[in-house]
């Protein structure tokens, strides 16, 4: 493979998408403004702890609730501040082709890495027709957001220049299905959430997943990483014991978005722990039970 200085862009996301990725969240102000001076603090953090991918995704990073002026700028800061330290994945809205197709154009001089395409259409045909149609009129590399897509689609995508990864986070088998499907090929399946599905995902070829852990204790993911490079499936299979599955267990019962904000606030990395309305955020009661998990953890 080229060096850094020679290789295209598609070949730097293949690269450098690997170990944990960081779904990333979104602080907001009292007043449910987005805090992008938290934000670019939250960047720092990340990169300082050595995040190797930042990945704006549909549901962590409230997509759903966000302008396309505030999706775009939230590319840009991240961006911005990461200064190359981390691999940046910008992300679209749910749009018709032709918005996303602009508003990807526009995010071309922002020094974003790749670009994960939403869409809101799941029809395998429309899938298709909609990343081949957005990666002919745009330069960015693209990745695509698993909503229920079968595996032969999957091996379809791969096969559009610029259409670059996948992120997976449905069930477990499919995930799999996913990367056997493009066994050879330059395109990374992003296992979602949890490290037991990527314990095996890893094992058959795929280069990275979004952890729990990743957004707010970098140490605890590349534990389980690390394990994985030195094939010491022993204590990979500790740290999902002793880690994700408690807290999938504890946050899964307080709402899971909610939760992650929470413990990003209760440690200092958030000013707040809002969501915008008509999502409810926590009050003091499940922040307590959150601070008692992190600090039996060791995580204060």
């Not at 526009?106 to 990343?131: C, M, Q, W």
């Not at 990395?269 to 998990?293: A, C, M």
Request: glycine share 10%; proline share 6%.
């Amino acid at each position: 493979m080229p060096g850094p200085d020679s290789e295209t862009a598609h070949e730097r996301i293949y690269r450098r998408l690997r170990g944990p990725v960081v779904p990333i969240n979104i602080p907001l102000a009292k007043d449910y403004s987005v805090d992008y001076g938290n934000l670019r603090d939250y960047v720092d953090f990340l990169c300082e702890n050595q995040a190797p991918v930042i990945f704006f995704t549909y549901g962590s990073s409230e997509f759903k609730s966000m302008s396309e002026g505030e999706i775009e700028k939230l590319c840009r800061t991240a961006t911005e501040q990461a200064r190359g330290r981390a691999l940046v994945i910008g992300g679209t809205g749910k749009w018709w082709t032709g918005k996303s197709i602009d508003f990807i154009r526009r995010l071309e001089d922002s020094g974003v890495d790749g670009i994960n395409l939403h869409l809101f259409t799941t029809k395998p045909e429309e899938v298709y027709a909609a990343f081949a149609e957005v990666a002919g009129q745009t330069r960015l590399p693209l990745l695509g957001y698993d909503e229920n897509y079968p595996a032969d689609l999957v091996a379809r995508l791969s096969t559009i220049p610029g259409v670059c990864g996948l992120k997976s986070h449905d069930a477990l088998y499919r995930y799999h299905d996913f990367i056997r499907a493009v066994e050879g090929k330059k395109f990374v399946i992003v296992g979602g959430g949890q490290m037991r599905n990527f314990l095996y995902g890893y094992l058959i070829g795929s280069q990275g997943y979004l952890c729990a852990y990743a957004p707010f204790a970098p140490a605890i993911a590349f534990r389980f990483y690390r394990a994985l490079e030195h094939n010491d499936l022993d204590e990979a299979r500790r740290v999902m014991f002793e880690y994700e599955d408690p807290l999938m267990k504890v946050a899964g019962g307080l709402g899971w978005g909610q939760s992650i904000k929470s413990i990003l606030q209760i440690k200092g990395l958030f000013n707040t722990n809002l969501w915008r309305p008509p999502v409810p955020s926590h009050g003091p009661e499940p922040k307590k039970q959150l601070r008692k998990f992190l600090a039996e953890k060791g995580l204060l």
